[in-house]
């Protein structure tokens, strides 16, 4: 039942039907080109970029029961819904599609995906909640990520908080709806929701000369001293409700969002961004655990490369053994369970003298591994 699937299945399906919607309305105004953009931005954006790439543990990890075949039965109904949507501009790759689909499964018997009938929407599976949320998760997350990148701090490294910036109780609960999604996608252990007012977010605003310039003419001076000197309270309102009046010469002028620049500064320790109406602010401090439990990520990374490099089946067990490293002791220490299970590892040996096995350097650890099927 369409119910008791994830919120990620819940959310994609609503998608997919937005899709069907919107490719619909597109042909029936002959516009192949709006059509083509709509269904390729679907799935790169949305199916594969986000759908698929968040799901992967649940597709390749853990038993066959009910999580995986939801994951399954989602994504199948996606690709299945993708190949009819094309079929009218990509005919040949679309139909290909559709019977590798179909000739595995049985799921329709049509000879050919243009002999089948064209998807129309489910309004009942939209869910517009669950869309905003997801959106904003994937704000957030992209605003975490490219702060990451512009501290060069790997994704692999765990940090200790994000803060979001948030203008009312319902986007606060919006986002909460999906907040281990974005914790587990940006490699972060906790948020913390803080109002536009906060005093930890500095935020600069300037007038925007391009456009108050032709507005304002002559009165251009005293509407950018008056906004170059607005307090944290009127910023927020500014940024809450995109418009603000101010007073020049017993008159009242509306000022919009678009017509200042507002930019939040670096605090100690802490990096920030903003964009699409989000400012979130990265912890960058990092400590001896984090940088314990980051390692460990990496080794299982650079196992799980091996296991591939070797053609292991999924489910085969190893045994690992370690050059020893005076860093690697109170890695495993820590970590040990976690990386055996990542890793589906019966047991890890630490060897002060190790011929065999691959060279691995990453960040200051120089090591050697060794992997062996049990």
Not at 62 to 85: A, M, N, P, V
Not at 205 to 222: A, D, R, V
């Amino acid at each position: 039942p369409h119910k008791e699937k994830t919120e990620i299945d819940q959310w994609i399906l609503s998608e997919l039907n937005l899709l069907i919607e919107n490719v619909d309305n597109a042909f029936n105004d002959y516009d192949p080109t709006k059509a083509c953009r709509s269904i390729s931005e679907f799935v790169q954006e949305l199916l594969s970029n986000w759908y698929v790439r968040l799901s992967r543990r649940r597709f390749w990890k853990g038993d066959y029961e009910k999580d995986k075949i939801s994951g399954y039965q989602t994504l199948f109904e996606c690709l299945l819904t993708i190949s009819k949507l094309c079929s009218p501009i990509a005919p040949f790759y679309s139909d290909n599609l559709y019977r590798d689909l179909c000739s595995n499964t049985g799921f329709e018997k049509f000879e050919s995906v243009h002999l089948s009938d064209f998807p129309k929407p489910k309004t009942k599976l939209r869910n517009l909640n669950l869309e905003k949320s997801m959106k904003n998760a994937r704000i957030i997350s992209s605003l975490a990520l490219s702060l990451r990148k512009k501290e060069r701090i790997k994704v692999r490294q765990p940090l200790n908080k994000i803060l979001v910036t948030i203008l009312s109780e319902s986007e606060k609960k919006s986002i909460l709806k999906v907040k281990k999604l974005i914790l587990s996608e940006i490699n972060v252990k906790e948020i913390e929701f803080i109002d536009n007012t906060n005093n930890l977010l500095q935020k600069e605003i300037k007038p925007n000369y391009k456009l108050l310039g032709p507005k304002f003419g002559k009165k251009l001076q005293k509407v950018s001293s008056i906004i170059e000197n607005f307090t944290p309270e009127k910023i927020h309102e500014l940024e809450k409700n995109e418009i603000l009046k101010i007073k020049i010469d017993n008159e009242y002028i509306p000022i919009k969002l678009s017509d200042v620049n507002i930019i939040s500064k670096d605090i100690d320790g802490w990096t920030v961004a903003k964009n699409s109406g989000f400012t979130v602010a990265l912890d960058i401090k990092i400590n001896q655990n984090l940088i314990n439990e980051g390692v460990s990520r990496e080794l299982i990374n650079r196992i799980q490369n091996f296991r591939k490099d070797a053609e292991l089946e999924v489910t085969d067990k190893i045994i690992i053994y370690l050059k020893n490293n005076k860093k690697l002791k109170p890695v495993l220490d820590e970590h040990l369970d976690y990386i055996k299970a990542e890793t589906l590892s019966i047991d890890i040996h630490l060897k002060e003298d190790l011929s065999e096995g691959s060279l691995v350097e990453f960040d200051d650890i120089n090591t050697r591994i060794l992997i062996k099927k049990v």
